[in-house]
Nanobody, 115 residues
Framework: QVQLVESGGGLVQPGGSLRLSCAAS????????MGWYRQAPGKQRELVAT???????NYGDSVKGRFTISRDNAENTVSLQMNSLKPEDTAVYYC?????????WGQGTQVTVSS
């Protein structure tokens, strides 16, 4: 089993920045990618960004050019740098670790963008 611990969520004004972090522990040897998803009230959970352990990235259309995902394989962590935040970015952000069995989810961290 993989355990994921997220941190960094909070309240930020439109146009501001926030950095989320996710630390993986447990059975991490079979992970091939990690990523971030988000879910707003009444909405489907959607892709934010993913990154393979080799560094290949993929972003959801709504965050391209504003968010950057990165990883530190040695520390088994993944981060999400969020810039130029918009009210539409308000959601619970979930970290995911991918393996052959599907993967594991973090507990989620709230991001609120409001003036």
């Amino acid at each position: 089993q993989v355990q994921l611990v997220e941190s960094g969520g909070g309240l930020v004004q439109p146009g501001g920045s926030l950095r989320l972090s996710c630390a993986a522990s447990g059975s991490i040897d079979r992970l091939y990618a990690m990523g971030w998803y988000r879910q707003a009230p009444g909405k489907q959970r959607e892709l934010v960004a993913t990154i393979t352990m080799g560094g290949a990235t993929n972003y959801g259309d709504s965050v391209k050019g504003r968010f950057t995902i990165s990883r530190d394989n040695a520390e088994n962590t993944v981060s999400l740098q969020m810039n130029s935040l918009k009210p539409e970015d308000t959601a619970v952000y979930y970290c995911k670790a991918f393996d052959a069995a599907g993967g594991s989810w973090g507990q989620g961290t709230q991001v609120t963008v409001s003036s």
